[in-house]
C-alpha cells in the first residue's frame, strides 16, 4: 500500500472555504471536515508534532482525500452537517441531525403571530426561515428584528394571559397587540414585511441601517456608527442564502472544467432538497473535444452503462450537444420523465455553480498532482531535446496599465510543481512608460545579477513570456553577465491568440516551432506561463493601489465611487465584504453576477 503523497496534494489545494473528505484503502469514509481555508486545515493533519493520537490514528489510515469548494464558510458548515448524516464516518463522533439547526419561525394560524427561534423544521405549522448556521447570528438578528418591527417574541400562554403591556412594549420593542394597542391589520403588516426580509426580498432595512451609520460617522459618534456596523453584520449573516439546503427536490449536476492536458467532470448529488456527496471524474479525451460533446458522452455512460439511480433533474453547467437525444434515452431508462437542463435560476443555479467552481478546482489539483508534473518535465525533454531532465524552471512576465505601476514577476517549476516560495516580483523604475523590453531588461538584470553573487541558483531552462523581443532582451542579459549554461525559450500566442497555438522561440537561434495541442511539455509551459501572469497582476494590481492611496475596492473595474458606498452601506465595513461569496455580494442593487465575480477576485487574489 502506498502512503498518501499529502505534499503534492496540499500544492494544488484551494484556500477558499470548503469540505473535505477522507477516504482509507478500501475507499470508505473516514473523516468530514469543515474548513474556512482548505490548504491551512487540511495542511494541519500533515504537521510533524502536536497531533493528538486519534488524529495521528486518523492519518495513518488516509489514501484519498477530496474536497468541494464552497462559497462562504457558512456553505461548507451546512454540506459538512449534511454528509456527516449521510455518511457517518467513523472520525465524526459529534454526528448532527436536523435538531442543529437553528430556524426562525413565524406561526400562520394566530391573528397576532409571534417571530420565535426553534431548532428543527416542520414540527409546526407555519413559516420557517433557515437552516441557518449560528444560533448566536439568530438570536442576535432575533433582536434587531425586534426593535425595527416591533413583533411579539413571548409564548403563546403569556400572550394569552396579559391584562396590561409588559416590559417589552415600554422599551419599545412590542406594540402590545396582547391588550389591543394595535390593530391586526397593522400588525400583520409588520409580519410581512419582517417575512419579506427573511425571505432576502427587501434591500430597505440595510439602506436605512447603512445610512444610519454614515450619518452617526459623520457626526463622530463612532459608537453608533459601529453599533449599527455590527447590526448590519448579524442582518447580513441571517440573510445569507444557502446554495447546499433547498427546500425540495431531487437532481444531480454537472460541472465541466477543461484546460491544455486534462478535463474535469464534478457531479453533486442533491437529494430531499440537499447536497448530500459529490464526486470528481478526470475522463481521457484529446483537447479537440467541445465541452458540449464530453458532458454528453460523459451522462451517456454514467447512467447507461450499468445500474445507476436518474433522478427527475439533471443540471449541467454548460448546453450539452445532442441534449433532447440524451434525455429521451435517460427517460427510456429510468421509465418516467427526466429534464436535462442547463439554464436554471434560484437554488439550483447556485448548485450549477457550485459543481463548476469544485471541477475547475479539482482540474487545477489534479493537474498539479506530482505524477502529471513529472511526466510534462519529461516530455518537455524530449520536445526540446536536452541531454538532462530539466530541475527547475523560471518564467518572466511583465504587468502594468498603460505603463503604470509596472511589475516583473518570476515564477519557479521544480519537479513537484509549482515552488511558491522562490516566487519573485519586481517593481520596475527608471523606464519610459510601456516599454516592456526595457521592463524586461531590467528584471531579468536584478534576478540573475543575485544569483551570481551567490543568492540563489540558476534554473535550467528560462521561459519568457512574449515574442523575439523579449527573448533578446533575455540573452543580452545573460551574455553581459556572462551565464551560458542556460537554455532560453520564448512563448507567443500563435497568429489565432488560443491555447494550443503557441510559438516557441529558442533564444540561441531565433527559431520558432509548435508543439501538438494536446503534448505534455506544451502543457507544462502554458501551466507556468499562466502562473507568471497571475502572480505578476496580482502585483501590479497591489502596486497600483498603494501608489493611489486607495481603498482594496478602488480599481476594480465597473467599481466607482457610487458601488463602493453601497457595498460599504451594504455589508457595514471592508472586512465583512471580504467575507462574503459572490452570491452575497450579488444582493447589492447595482451589483450584477459578474461584476461581483470581480469583487470577489480582485478581494481574494490567492484563492
Given at each position: 500500500m502506498?502512503?498518501?503523497?499529502?505534499?503534492?496534494?496540499?500544492q494544488?489545494?484551494?484556500?477558499?472555504p470548503?469540505?473535505?473528505?477522507?477516504?482509507?484503502a478500501?475507499?470508505?469514509?473516514?473523516?468530514?471536515?469543515?474548513?474556512?481555508?482548505?490548504?491551512?486545515?487540511?495542511?494541519?493533519?500533515?504537521?510533524?508534532?502536536?497531533?493528538?493520537?486519534?488524529t495521528?490514528?486518523?492519518?495513518?489510515?488516509?489514501?484519498?482525500?477530496?474536497?468541494?469548494?464552497?462559497?462562504?464558510?457558512?456553505?461548507?458548515?451546512?454540506?459538512?452537517q449534511?454528509?456527516?448524516?449521510?455518511q457517518?464516518?467513523?472520525?465524526?463522533?459529534l454526528?448532527?441531525?436536523?435538531?442543529?439547526?437553528?430556524?426562525?419561525?413565524?406561526?400562520?394560524?394566530?391573528?397576532?403571530?409571534?417571530?420565535?427561534?426553534?431548532?428543527?423544521g416542520?414540527?409546526?405549522?407555519?413559516?420557517?426561515?433557515?437552516?441557518?448556521?449560528?444560533?448566536?447570528?439568530?438570536?442576535?438578528?432575533?433582536?434587531?428584528?425586534?426593535?425595527?418591527?416591533?413583533?411579539?417574541?413571548c409564548?403563546?400562554?403569556?400572550?394569552?394571559?396579559?391584562?396590561?403591556?409588559?416590559?417589552?412594549?415600554?422599551?419599545?420593542?412590542?406594540?402590545?397587540?396582547?391588550?389591543?394597542?394595535?390593530?391586526?391589520?397593522?400588525?400583520?403588516?409588520?409580519?410581512?414585511?419582517?417575512?419579506?426580509?427573511?425571505?432576502?426580498?427587501?434591500?430597505d432595512?440595510?439602506?436605512?441601517l447603512?445610512?444610519?451609520?454614515?450619518?452617526?460617522?459623520?457626526?463622530?459618534?463612532?459608537?453608533?456608527?459601529?453599533?449599527?456596523?455590527d447590526?448590519?453584520?448579524?442582518?447580513?449573516?441571517?440573510?445569507?442564502?444557502?446554495?447546499?439546503?433547498?427546500?425540495?427536490?431531487?437532481?444531480?449536476?454537472?460541472?465541466?472544467?477543461?484546460?491544455?492536458?486534462?478535463?474535469?467532470?464534478?457531479?453533486?448529488?442533491?437529494?430531499?432538497?440537499?447536497?448530500?456527496?459529490?464526486?470528481?471524474?478526470?475522463?481521457?479525451?484529446?483537447?479537440?473535444?467541445e465541452?458540449?460533446?464530453?458532458?454528453?458522452a460523459?451522462?451517456?455512460?454514467?447512467?447507461?452503462?450499468?445500474?445507476?439511480?436518474?433522478?427527475?433533474?439533471?443540471?449541467?453547467?454548460?448546453?450539452v450537444?445532442g441534449?433532447?437525444?440524451?434525455?429521451?434515452?435517460?427517460e427510456?431508462?429510468?421509465?418516467?420523465?427526466?429534464?436535462?437542463?442547463?439554464?436554471?435560476?434560484?437554488?439550483?443555479?447556485?448548485?450549477?455553480?457550485?459543481?463548476?467552481?469544485?471541477?475547475e478546482?479539482?482540474?487545477?489539483?489534479?493537474l498539479?498532482?506530482?505524477?502529471?508534473?513529472?511526466n510534462r518535465?519529461?516530455?518537455?525533454?524530449?520536445?526540446?531535446?536536452?541531454?538532462?531532465?530539466?530541475?527547475?524552471?523560471?518564467c518572466f512576465?511583465?504587468?502594468?496599465?498603460?505603463?503604470?505601476?509596472?511589475?516583473?514577476?518570476?515564477?519557479?517549476?521544480?519537479?513537484?510543481?509549482?515552488?511558491?516560495?522562490?516566487?519573485?516580483?519586481?517593481?520596475?523604475?527608471?523606464?519610459?512608460?510601456?516599454?516592456?523590453?526595457?521592463?524586461?531588461h531590467?528584471?531579468?538584470?536584478?534576478?540573475?545579477?543575485k544569483?551570481?553573487?551567490?543568492?540563489?541558483?540558476?534554473?535550467?531552462?528560462?521561459?519568457?513570456?512574449?515574442g523575439?523581443?523579449?527573448?533578446?532582451?533575455?540573452?543580452?542579459?545573460?551574455?553581459?553577465?556572462?551565464?551560458?549554461?542556460?537554455?532560453?525559450?520564448?512563448?507567443?500566442?500563435?497568429p489565432?491568440?488560443?491555447?494550443?497555438?503557441?510559438?516557441?522561440?529558442?533564444?540561441?537561434?531565433?527559431e520558432?516551432?509548435?508543439?501538438?495541442?494536446?503534448?505534455?511539455?506544451?502543457?507544462?509551459l502554458?501551466?507556468?506561463?499562466?502562473e507568471?501572469?497571475?502572480?505578476?497582476?496580482?502585483?501590479?494590481?497591489?502596486?497600483?493601489?498603494k501608489?493611489?492611496?486607495?481603498?482594496?475596492?478602488?480599481?476594480?473595474?465597473?467599481?466607482?465611487?457610487?458601488?463602493?458606498?453601497?457595498?460599504?452601506?451594504?455589508?457595514g465595513g471592508?472586512?465583512?465584504?471580504?467575507?462574503?461569496?459572490?452570491?452575497?455580494?450579488?444582493?447589492?442593487?447595482?451589483?450584477?453576477?459578474?461584476?461581483?465575480?470581480?469583487?470577489?477576485?480582485?478581494?481574494?487574489?490567492?484563492?
Open positions: 502506498t502512503e498518501f503523497d499529502s505534499k503534492s496534494f496540499l494544488g489545494l484551494t484556500r477558499r470548503g469540505i473535505y473528505q477522507m477516504y482509507d478500501a475507499d470508505k469514509i473516514l473523516y468530514v471536515g469543515k474548513a474556512k481555508n482548505l490548504r491551512n486545515r487540511v495542511s494541519s493533519y500533515f504537521r510533524s508534532t502536536g497531533l493528538s493520537p486519534k495521528q490514528a486518523l492519518v495513518a489510515r488516509i489514501q484519498r482525500i477530496e474536497v468541494t469548494v464552497t462559497g462562504s464558510e457558512t456553505e461548507a458548515l451546512l454540506l459538512e449534511n454528509l456527516i448524516k449521510q457517518r464516518p467513523p472520525y465524526n463522533i454526528l448532527r441531525d436536523d435538531k442543529s439547526y437553528p430556524y426562525i419561525f413565524i406561526s400562520d394560524r394566530d391573528a397576532f403571530p409571534a417571530l420565535q427561534f426553534k431548532r428543527g416542520g414540527k409546526q405549522k407555519g413559516r420557517y426561515f433557515g437552516p441557518y448556521p449560528s444560533s448566536h447570528a439568530v438570536r442576535e438578528s432575533l433582536n434587531l428584528l425586534q426593535k425595527i418591527f416591533q413583533i411579539r417574541q409564548d403563546d400562554s403569556f400572550f394569552r394571559n396579559r391584562s396590561r403591556p409588559c416590559l417589552q412594549h415600554q422599551i419599545r420593542r412590542c406594540t402590545a397587540p396582547c391588550v389591543g394597542l394595535i390593530s391586526e391589520d397593522e400588525y400583520q403588516q409588520d409580519v410581512r414585511h419582517a417575512m419579506l426580509f427573511l425571505e432576502g426580498r427587501s434591500q432595512i440595510m439602506q436605512a447603512g445610512r444610519d451609520m454614515e450619518v452617526a460617522a459623520a457626526a463622530l459618534d463612532f459608537e453608533r456608527a459601529a453599533q449599527l456596523r447590526q448590519i453584520s448579524a442582518l447580513q449573516q441571517v440573510q445569507e442564502q444557502q446554495c447546499v439546503f433547498g427546500q425540495t427536490g431531487d437532481a444531480d449536476i454537472f460541472g465541466c472544467a477543461i484546460q491544455p492536458g486534462g478535463v474535469s467532470i464534478h457531479t453533486l448529488y442533491v437529494r430531499g432538497g440537499r447536497v448530500i456527496g459529490s464526486k470528481a471524474y478526470h475522463p481521457k479525451v484529446s483537447i479537440e473535444d465541452p458540449g460533446e464530453i458532458l454528453a460523459f451522462i451517456a455512460q454514467f447512467y447507461l452503462s450499468g445500474p445507476r439511480d436518474i433522478p427527475p433533474l439533471i443540471i449541467t453547467a454548460l448546453p450537444d441534449a433532447e437525444c440524451v434525455q429521451q434515452a435517460l427510456q431508462r429510468r421509465g418516467r420523465k427526466v429534464s436535462l437542463q442547463h439554464s436554471v435560476r434560484g437554488e439550483r443555479a447556485g448548485w450549477q455553480r457550485l459543481a463548476q467552481t469544485n471541477a478546482q479539482q482540474l487545477t489539483s489534479h498539479a498532482s506530482k505524477q502529471n508534473v513529472h518535465f519529461l516530455a518537455l525533454q524530449d520536445a526540446l531535446s536536452l541531454d538532462y531532465l530539466p530541475q527547475r524552471l523560471e512576465d511583465i504587468s502594468h496599465s498603460s505603463g503604470e505601476a509596472t511589475v516583473a514577476s518570476c515564477v519557479v517549476f521544480d519537479r513537484e510543481g509549482p515552488k511558491k516560495a522562490d516566487y519573485r516580483r519586481f517593481n520596475i523604475e527608471g523606464i519610459t512608460p510601456g516599454d516592456d523590453y526595457a521592463a524586461m531590467q528584471a531579468l538584470t536584478r534576478r540573475y545579477t544569483v551570481k553573487k551567490g543568492e540563489g541558483v540558476l534554473p535550467d531552462l528560462l521561459i519568457i513570456d512574449g523575439k523581443g523579449q527573448v533578446s532582451q533575455a540573452m543580452d542579459v545573460l551574455e553581459s553577465l556572462q551565464i551560458t549554461d542556460m537554455m532560453v525559450i520564448g512563448i507567443a500566442k500563435g489565432t491568440r488560443k491555447a494550443g497555438f503557441e510559438v516557441l522561440i529558442k533564444g540561441e537561434t531565433g520558432e516551432s509548435t508543439l501538438q495541442s494536446d503534448s505534455p511539455a506544451l502543457h507544462l502554458q501551466h507556468i506561463r499562466d507568471s501572469h497571475r502572480f505578476a497582476i496580482i502585483g501590479h494590481r497591489a502596486k497600483r493601489g501608489a493611489r492611496r486607495q481603498s482594496q475596492l478602488e480599481g476594480i473595474p465597473g467599481v466607482g465611487p457610487k458601488r463602493r458606498r453601497e457595498l460599504l452601506r451594504h455589508f471592508l472586512k465583512e465584504i471580504e467575507r462574503a461569496s459572490i452570491e452575497e455580494i450579488t444582493k447589492v442593487s447595482s451589483i450584477s453576477r459578474a461584476l461581483a465575480q470581480e469583487i470577489y477576485a480582485a478581494l481574494h487574489p490567492e484563492s
